[in-house]
């Protein structure tokens, strides 16, 4: 051997540790065992070691939120009972047999849904039909509310004022 190997055995053997994963020079490392056997056992345990941290960080994440601070499910919304038989909305001044028929296709069938509907979408459905322009929904909903409430002299009385429905 030269002398500079044995310099750096000299060296390595200073550090037993140092000298067990690095030295290519002895035959054994330390305690009779390979160095490359020591190697490998240490990427081994560094491989473990970055798994537990991995596992750790995923299991204290705050990605994911505790059972606890979920929110709870929203009551469920309450769902207006359809009427058990529409009302003559023909009574209304202004809606028509055509009207009557369309208001029904839309879903409004009593006078409490005509007075509770809104005016948007009442135009929208005399647009959709075509009949923007010969019917004006702008007192359907208020005289479906005297309807509803049973007022029929303040109906009359109202009705009286109206020329096809229009004030």
Do not use: C, H
């Not at 299991?59 to 529409?86: D, G, V």
């Not at 135009?123 to 005297?146: C, M, N, S, V, Y």
């Amino acid at each position: 051997m030269s002398r500079e190997r044995y310099v750096l055995m000299g060296l390595l053997a200073s550090s037993p540790a140092l000298a067990a994963f690095t030295s290519p020079l002895q035959e054994s490392g330390w305690a009779g065992i390979p160095s490359w056997a020591w190697i490998i056992a240490a990427m081994i345990l560094l491989i473990l070691l970055a798994l537990l941290i991995w596992w750790l960080f995923l299991r204290i994440s705050p990605e994911q939120p505790a059972l606890a601070a979920r929110p709870a499910a929203p009551p469920p919304s309450p769902q207006p009972t359809p009427p058990s038989e529409p009302d003559d909305l023909k009574v209304i001044e202004g809606i028509g047999p055509k009207i009557a028929s369309l208001l029904a296709n839309a879903g409004i069938t009593t006078f409490a849904q005509l007075a509770a509907a809104d005016m948007g979408r009442l135009k929208q459905i005399l647009k959709d039909a075509g009949l923007e322009r010969l019917a004006d929904p702008t007192t359907w909903p208020e005289q479906a509310r005297l309807a509803r409430d049973g007022d029929w002299a303040a109906l009359e009385k109202l009705q009286s004022e109206l020329k096809g429905g229009r004030r």
